[in-house]
């Protein structure tokens, strides 16, 4: 079994995995940068205030959802292919799963703290019990499964912060801000190695695994239905569903993620914005930007870059975290906590920016990026087509002029 082809790609999929790249450079570049994890708005003052709150109410919390749920999207694909060659998929996929959890190790305790792919491997292998499901029965997990032990902690942090408001209350913890400064700004190898698992299993560690599970596996299945529903693919047939998605997710989305802005910063708060605005935010930026590329032209045209880019998403994000971290900690150029938000996501939109033209010019050659390769060879257990023949090259040229 060989990688899919250009013409079998579903394009708006890899549209939507360039703008997730996009976002979640804008939300980790806060972290590659200051103290992000200790941090609160009143960490910030004038354009940067503003610029944190434009990243936390439209960024932040919503594309690692959408990563989730497209990696769930992608893992349907990839059985409906395996079962049409007559592959195992259980086999195939555990294989994928175990090089993803390398990768991510690697990730996590050498390069940043802040990844992802850890957890996405762990809940990847929980896929193969739930895979042959019907699209509607992952449907009915995954909200249930999301909103049942979610809504009844958001519950339960909403009646605390408006009973105890000053005990809930939400401010920036300046003593491991300044000790993460410290660390990432001089510190040694060694310093940072440590801090790093530090808070990687401040994060991961102990009960947060489940919190974990629960915030990342529902995103999972819900892509996985949305496959195997064809709503996504078929959009002529589903528009008015997507459209009432679209409308309802972000009219609410968006009014959980200002929640805090308007009735201050608690535990409360903070948790029905990130938890329940943040992937009701990915629904609509999900649908709202398939309904807008199968409807317009001028749309589709507009966001060509991001297709290269999310078709290289897995290179893009690793490159993203080494390119960064050289930047701001103290063994590269030494530049952490020295800038503001402002210029922090300036940078960050530049880099996309530059990201998407190498994965453009990458890909006129080379069917995939160079870690999407590897991860193919030790996916199939056998050396994979790299670069595009002549006739491949002409047939990509035709397929964009579509």
């Not at 205030?49 to 749920?69: C, E, K, N, W």
């Not at 920016?353 to 870690?371: D, E, H, N, R």
């Amino acid at each position: 079994m060989h990688s899919v082809s250009r013409r079998e790609r579903l394009t708006v999929i890899d549209l939507l995995r360039g703008v997730a790249i996009l976002g979640i450079l804008l939300v980790n570049m806060i972290d590659f940068h200051a103290p992000f994890l200790y941090l609160q708005a009143d960490y910030w003052s004038g354009a940067d205030y503003i610029t944190y709150a434009l990243v936390d109410v439209l960024a932040q919390g919503s594309f690692y959802p959408m990563f989730a749920f497209l990696f769930g999207f992608g893992a349907i694909l990839l059985m409906e292919r395996t079962i049409k060659k007559g592959i195992s998929f259980p086999l195939l996929f555990s294989r994928r799963m175990a090089f993803l959890l390398l990768v991510g190790i690697i990730h996590a305790f050498v390069i940043w703290h802040g990844d992802i792919l850890i957890s996405y491997a762990m809940c990847g292998w929980f896929i193969l019990l739930v895979y042959k499901l019907s699209g509607k029965a992952l449907l009915k997990m995954a909200v249930l499964l999301y909103t049942i032990p979610y809504g009844l902690l958001g519950s339960l942090t909403i009646l605390s912060s408006v009973m105890f408001p000053d005990e809930m209350a939400v401010e920036t913890d300046w003593a491991k801000a300044r000790e993460a400064v410290q660390v990432y700004g001089s510190g040694s190898v060694s310093d940072i190695f440590s801090f790093r698992f530090e808070e990687w299993m401040a994060v991961n560690g102990s009960l947060n695994v489940i919190f974990l599970f629960l915030s990342i596996f529902p995103c999972i299945l819900a892509g996985m239905s949305f496959a195997k529903l064809g709503w996504l693919k078929d959009i002529s047939s589903h528009r008015r569903k997507l459209r009432w998605m679209f409308g309802l997710s972000a009219v609410v989305g968006i009014g959980l993620k200002i929640y805090p802005y308007y009735d201050g910063f608690t535990v409360g708060s903070l948790f029905m914005q990130d938890s329940f605005g943040g992937p009701l935010l990915a629904l609509a930026y999900m649908t709202g930007i398939t309904l807008t590329y199968e409807r317009f032209s001028s749309f589709r045209k507009l966001t060509m870059p991001f297709i290269p880019l999310g078709r290289m998403s897995m290179t893009n994000y690793l490159t993203q975290s080494i390119f960064w971290t050289f930047i701001f900690y103290s063994y590269g150029l030494g530049l952490y906590n020295q800038i503001g938000m402002l210029i922090g996501t300036i940078l960050a939109i530049l880099f996309v920016a530059v990201q998407a033209v190498f994965s453009a010019y990458w890909l006129k050659s080379y069917k995939m990026g160079p870690v999407e390769y590897v991860w193919r060879v030790a996916t199939y257990g056998k050396k994979q087509s790299f670069r595009l023949t002549t006739k491949e090259k002409e047939q990509g040229e035709r397929w964009k002029e579509l």
